[in-house]
Nanobody, 121 residues
Framework: QVQLVESGGGLVQPGGSLRLSCAAS????????MGWYRQAPGKQRELVAT???????DYADSVKGRFTISRDNTKNTVYLQMNSLKPEDTTVYYC???????????????WGQGTQVTVSA
């Protein structure tokens, strides 16, 4: 019923930039928060950045000042602009949306399939 399709990952040199996109589609009534998380092998998934429907944002300390999250509510799309990338940013990034479907009565979390970001010389 819901699809979150991510794009924009890839290989970039240290200090470079990438822009991730995630578009939500399906039988969606309303989306509250959207965000990006990342998970390295053998580690727990961690928050990178989130944004509410009115534009309030939150960032992990490790990405503050380098990453910027934004969203286009008309397109149900969230973006993550990543600048000054470091090798330690290398991992899989997942999109998240907290939303209500038509006919449902509570918010539920949905996840994208993940996109690989590799920062290497």
């Amino acid at each position: 019923q819901v699809q979150l399709v991510e794009s924009g990952g890839g290989l970039v040199q240290p200090g470079g930039s990438l822009r991730l996109s995630c578009a939500a589609s399906g039988n969606i009534f309303s989306i509250s928060a959207m965000g990006w998380y990342r998970q390295a092998p053998g580690k727990q998934r961690e928050l990178v950045a989130t944004i509410t429907s009115v534009g309030s944002t939150d960032y992990a300390d490790s990405v503050k000042g380098r990453f910027t999250i934004s969203r286009d509510n008309t397109k149900n799309t969230v973006y993550l602009q990543m600048n000054s990338l470091k090798p330690e940013d290398t991992t899989v990034y997942y999109c998240n949306a907290r939303l209500i479907l038509y006919g449902r009565f509570r918010y539920e979390d949905y996840w994208g399939q993940g996109t690989q970001v590799t920062v290497s010389a």
